[in-house]
């Protein structure tokens, strides 16, 4: 029994006003709210155990120090990996990706090697590879979109996996499509031909059960504020075996274990790689949200968002002039719509939501590529779910969108 | 419910917008973009005498920033250059009869960006 009532009372901000309306939040794929059991962990450390980790001698020091291994030990469970030496938080997904560019990829990047990533990425998965590439006079290889620019096209990805990339880098769910790659089929194309292979699952992790070792990617990242947890913390899970031999990409203090004058030695994994005072009020509320999630249960969210997906593409199919891209077929893609409404900009429909009360993404959501190939405003406006959004919700929205007609006289 | 901001004149002015297109021989030009949503606009200027003899913009954007490139293009014509330097959101405000708010400010005020930098950089060549 999924209860919708006693889930949409655990997040304060639903009951806020924007614009004299009740807020109606549908702009989940930029940031998910907070449920107060997050709000509420974050503010208890401060209150009572706010102390620096991995240092301190006395109680609440090491009650931190547990609390923060914790966060790492609950989500290196929820994604199936080995141990928290796999695990690395990071400021965000972006930071994380970077990470893997400038240590990996600086390493085993050279003159005419080949990086593959697709058309569909967000800036965060390209621009790292297009610098890396840049910086080593390499190619930067582009998976195509398919013919109904729903996802990418798959004979396009042999085609390009035959060039040999040295790195595949790949979005699971598409932040602005919703569609969900076949993440575990490309790894093992890419291992098959010798690639390395990073997942971009900013957009998965929230509604679908990731397990690490069943899609056997070498690199996995994502972000605690898209998954109910606090901003700031950033997650890049990778393979021991690479992390062996990755060298840092910040150095400084907690990363090292022993220093002279001329030399030092690196910590263990994971801590080699998480340099100076971390995130330690991150890293404690994201527990909280994952903690959260696995009490509802990934299956069961996966399900209520498919269904409020399917009633808002039946919503949407009886307007006219509106076009929703994206896969039809809702197994096929996450909670994430972008539409268009005929000859009016995404912005003037964000604005008219807004004035609803209802907050919705309007722009090129960081994939310039994508939207520029999807629209000729190099724009669209997005609307996207989670846990506590409802049919009523959508309903206000259908509302919204016919008001916009309205106003710029669109039948 | 307030939809100011969509009054007939800027729906008007979205619709069948003043202006656009290109001046072959314009002697200043800039494009500017609006990274939160999109707009992207490019003005074309003719200066001849220290006059701004044309003006005209292309590009796409959303209502409030086409509505104010078409008032402000219309609005500098036969104006001395260095009066355009003086303009700020205060004109466009009068122009389009309206606060637009600090949301919609950058698309409020776009084609005046541009036109402001055109015109510097035609100064400075």
């Known amino acids: 029994m999924y209860d919708i009532d006693k889930i949409r009372d655990d997040f304060p901000i639903l009951k806020t006003k924007m614009n004299g309306k009740r807020l109606i939040y549908l702009d989940n794929a930029a940031t998910t709210q907070k449920p107060q059991q997050v709000i509420s962990a974050i503010v208890d450390y401060y209150s009572n155990y706010n102390s620096n980790i991995h240092r301190g001698l006395y109680k609440i020091s090491e009650k931190a120090t547990q609390k923060y291994s914790e966060s790492k030990e609950i989500f290196a469970k929820f994604i199936n990996a080995n ?4 695990i690395i938080y990071t400021k965000n997904t972006t930071e994380a990706i970077n990470l893997i560019a400038l240590t990996y990829g600086e390493k085993i990047i050279k003159e005419h090697d080949h990086i593959l990533i697709s058309e569909a990425e967000h800036h965060s998965n390209l621009i790292p590879w297009m610098q890396l590439a840049k910086r080593k006079k390499a190619h930067l290889d582009y998976i195509k979109l398919n013919e109904q620019k729903s996802g990418l096209d798959i004979e396009s990805l042999k085609e390009q996996m035959e060039k040999k990339p040295k790195i595949t880098a790949i979005f699971h769910a598409s932040n602005v499509l919703g569609t969900i790659n076949n993440i575990k089929d490309i790894s093992k194309l890419a291992h098959k031909n010798n690639s390395s292979i990073l997942i971009d699952g900013a957009q998965s992790i929230p509604n679908i059960k990731i397990d690490i070792k069943d899609i056997d990617c070498d690199f996995f990242v994502c972000s605690s504020h898209k998954m109910l947890g606090p901003a700031g913390i950033g997650i890049l899970f990778a393979k021991k075996s690479i992390l062996a031999d990755m060298p840092p ?3 400084g203090g907690d990363m090292i274990k022993v220093v002279n004058k001329y030399s030092c030695a690196w910590n ?8 100076g005072t971390q995130n330690i009020e991150g890293a404690i509320g994201f527990r909280i949200a994952i903690d959260y999630i696995n009490k509802i249960g990934v299956e069961k969210i996966r399900k209520y968002e498919k269904d409020l997906m399917k009633y808002f593409l039946e919503q949407t199919n009886n307007i006219k002039n509106i076009e929703v891209f994206g896969p039809k077929n809702i197994d096929e893609r996450v ?8 000859n009016i900009h995404p912005h003037d429909i964000a604005y008219i939501f807004d004035k609803q009360g209802i907050a919705i993404r309007a722009g ?24 506590y959004n409802t049919k009523q919700e959508i309903d206000e929205s259908i509302k919204a969108i016919n008001k916009v007609k309205n106003i710029f006289k669109i039948e | 419910m307030s939809y100011d901001l969509y009054a007939e004149k800027i729906i008007s002015c979205y619709e069948h917008p003043h202006n656009k297109g290109q001046i072959k021989d314009a002697n200043a030009k800039f494009r500017e973009h609006n990274m939160v949503c999109g707009d992207d606009i490019t003005v074309y200027i003719k200066v001849k005498n220290n006059l701004i003899n044309d003006a005209k913009f292309t590009g796409n954007g959303c209502a409030i920033s086409i509505a104010s490139a078409s008032l402000i293009t219309d609005y500098i014509k036969n104006k001395k250059v260095d009066e355009i330097e003086k303009l700020d959101l205060n004109k466009i405000k009068e122009l389009l009869g309206i606060d637009p708010g600090p949301a919609r400010m950058k698309c409020a005020t776009l084609a005046l960006i541009a036109i402001k930098h055109a015109l510097k950089n035609y100064l400075t060549k």
Do not use: N, Q, T
């Open chain 1, 83 to 86: 141990s928290i030496e796999e």
């Open chain 1, 335 to 342: 909670g994430i719509a972008s539409f268009e409404i005929k």
């Open chain 1, 364 to 387: 090129h959501h960081c994939a310039m590529p994508l939207v520029s190939e999807l629209s000729k405003e190099k724009a669209l406006a997005r609307i996207s779910f989670y846990i």
């Open chain 1, 249 to 251: 990409l910040f150095s």
């Open chain 1, 268 to 275: 263990d994994l994971p801590w080699k790689f998480e340099s």
